[in-house]
Structures are given as C-alpha cells and as structure tokens.
C-alpha cells in the first residue's frame, strides 16, 4: 500500500524529498506521518498531514528545515528536507493513522511503508 523514495546520500547542507506513495486508502480519512530511526535509537515522529484539514505538524528538530505535502491526484504524500544534517541520518518511514488528529506514537498508526535510508555526510 506504501512505496517510499527518494532516499540517498547527501552531503551536510544538502536536500532529499522523499515519497510516500499511497493506494487502497482514502486519504482524508487518515493522519500521515513521517517518521525515522537511527541506528541504536528509537523511531520517532518527524512530521504530520492531515489531509483532509491541510494541517501540519513539525518535531522541533525538523521545524524550518523540513516540509510535508500531499498531492491528492497522485495520492503521494512528500518530506521535502533541506539543509540537513549529519544528525538527521536516518531510515524514514511514512506511516497512516486512522482519524484527523495527528500522534506521535507508534503504535498509534496502523499502516507503514518499508523506509527509505537517509545518510547525510559531514
């Protein structure tokens, strides 16, 4: 139901977008987040969409340099990254939750995609 990409190496500075493409959900009836892990580390919430409300949600880590979007024609939903950072070297997933409200918690989202690795070289 998800297929990720977009991942990649980059240097310290750089950009990625990834993509989450989504099939058999109706997006306005769910939450989409990003999330990531760091090796040794445990998954955490990067960013949030709603799409049914346009509403977005940011970590503070990520505030001013990370942005989430849909597109509802391809059913896709992007994490537009700049100016990233050794310490953003991550596997990213995206994630669905059931309802219009955003959580961090894991275990809140019922569906996931397979990552995409992130590595940022400093």
């Known amino acids: 139901q998800f297929v990720e990409s977009g991942g990649g190496l980059v240097q310290t500075g750089g950009s990625l977008r990834l993509s989450c493409a989504i099939s058999e959900l109706n997006l306005d009836d769910y939450a989409i987040s990003w999330f990531r892990q760091a090796p040794g580390k445990e998954r955490e919430g990067v960013s949030c969409i709603i799409p049914k409300e346009n509403d977005t949600r940011y970590a503070d880590f990520v505030e001013g340099r990370f942005t989430t979007a849909v597109d509802r024609a391809k059913s896709t939903v992007y994490l537009q990254m700049n100016d990233l950072e050794p310490e953003d070297t991550a596997v990213y997933y995206c994630?669905?939750?059931?309802?219009?409200?955003?959580?961090?918690?894991?275990?809140?989202?019922?569906?996931w995609g397979q990552g995409t690795q992130v590595t940022v070289s400093s």
């Open positions: 994630a669905a939750r059931f309802g219009v409200s955003s959580s961090v918690r894991r275990n809140d989202y019922q569906y």
